[in-house]
């Protein structure tokens, strides 16, 4: 089983930052990519911005040139959503996606994170 949390959520004004955090924890081989989904009340959940294990990343074209999906090479299994210049249609809850492979292959996704940016 594949546990994920994220954390870093939070009010901020327009133009603000925020850095959300994901870290995957459980039993498996090793992880194929980690990446952050967004879902605004009635909408349907976006990609934000995906990191494979080689590395290769991806943004969602709303984001592109304000966010930042990184990783650290002494925090294992973690990765961050470093937002930049944020304007109140980034709010939503921020989801974090995590594909392993192990005995199984497995999606699994956190609880997700509140990200409210004011006017």
């Known amino acids: 089983q594949v546990h994920v949390v994220e954390s870093g959520g939070d009010l901020v004004q327009t133009g603000g930052s925020l850095r959300l955090s994901c870290t995957a924890s459980?039993?498996?081989?090793?992880?194929?990519?980690m990446a952050w989904y967004r879902q605004a009340p009635g909408k349907q959940r976006e990609l934000v911005a995906v990191m494979t294990g080689g590395g290769s990343k991806t943004y969602g074209d709303s984001v592109k040139g304000r966010f930042t999906i990184s990783r650290t090479n002494y925090v294992k299994n973690t990765v961050y959503l470093e937002m930049n210049s944020l304007k109140p249609e980034d709010t939503a809850v921020y989801y974090c996606?995590?594909?392993?492979?192990?005995?199984?292959?497995?999606?699994?996704w956190g609880q997700g994170t509140q990200v409210t940016v004011s006017s």
């Open positions: 459980g039993t498996f081989t090793r992880i194929e990519s």
């Open positions: 996606n995590v594909h392993t492979v192990g005995d199984i292959i497995s999606d699994s």
